[in-house]
């Protein structure tokens, strides 16, 4: 079982404001992804990366950025927060072999609320 | 476009019952299919998955079977235990690029167990 951290797991904010969803791994995964899921709805990805300095964005398109300069850590950030942008935002991670299918392990959260 | 598809939105079982869950898919490209538990404020926990080459997992209480000319799969949980209350994700991926795997999900399945 995978070891992942996101901070905070609730925060509510005011209209344009500049925030950063922290994501760290302690399993030395290579990938890692952005999900973004609204109540009752699918999960939806919105950025991934294969490793340190890739990124990519996912099928549902975001207003959000990401960064990977250390294996570890895959934070998120938001410019200019808007209320469109309340959702959760669920980060995970996996070990990504490009032969086998592996299995993708998630963090416990952020709950972000923009009022 | 709904590629990954769960029609129950929820179920109800009784204890010592066994639960199935069902998951539909169209895009023929999946070769990997994962089950997620998931609570309120938390992330989504792996539970079993299945690669497209068998058409059955067995983990403890936790089954899945894989109809692939149905493009159908089908969670089961037997004997039900209250502590299986929870929303079931059915997600599906396909091996692409550099191994990068990008889950599609389900939109859940809620699961009640009653005493």
């Known amino acids: 079982e995978a070891d992942i951290y996101q901070t905070p797991r609730y925060l509510v904010i005011g209209t344009g404001k500049k925030i950063t969803l922290e994501c760290s791994q302690t399993?030395?995964?290579?990938?890692m992804y952005w999900y973004q899921q609204d109540p009752g709805m699918e999960l939806h990805l919105i950025h991934y990366?294969?490793?340190?300095?890739?990124?990519e964005k996912g099928d549902l398109s975001s207003e959000s950025t990401v960064s990977r300069i250390r294996t570890e850590h895959f934070p998120l950030t938001l410019e200019s927060a808007r209320p469109s942008h309340t959702s959760q935002y669920l980060c995970?991670?996996?070990?990504?072999?490009?032969?086998?299918?592996?299995?993708?392990?998630f963090g416990p959260g952020t709950r972000l609320t923009v009022l | 476009d709904q590629q990954v598809k769960q029609n129950s939105p929820s179920l109800s079982v009784q204890e010592g019952r066994i639960s199935i869950l069902n998951c539909d898919y169209t895009?023929?490209?999946?070769?990997?299919f994962l089950w997620y538990k998931k609570y309120p404020a938390e992330g989504p926990t792996f539970l079993i998955s299945?690669?497209?080459?068998?058409d059955k997992n067995e983990d403890g209480r936790f089954t899945v079977f894989l109809n692939k000319s149905a493009k159908h799969l089908s969670l089961h949980i037997v004997p039900s235990q209250p502590g299986d209350s929870a929303v079931y994700f059915c997600a599906a991926s396909a091996l692409g690029r550099w191994g990068a795997q990008k889950l599609v999900f389900g939109q859940g399945t809620r699961l009640t167990i009653n005493p």
């Open positions: 990366s294969y490793g340190v300095n890739s990124t």
């Open positions: 299945i690669s497209s080459i068998k």
């Open positions: 995970a991670s996996s070990v990504g072999t490009s032969i086998v299918p592996d299995t993708q392990y």
């Open positions: 895009n023929s490209m999946f070769d990997y």
């Open positions: 399993m030395g995964h290579d990938k």
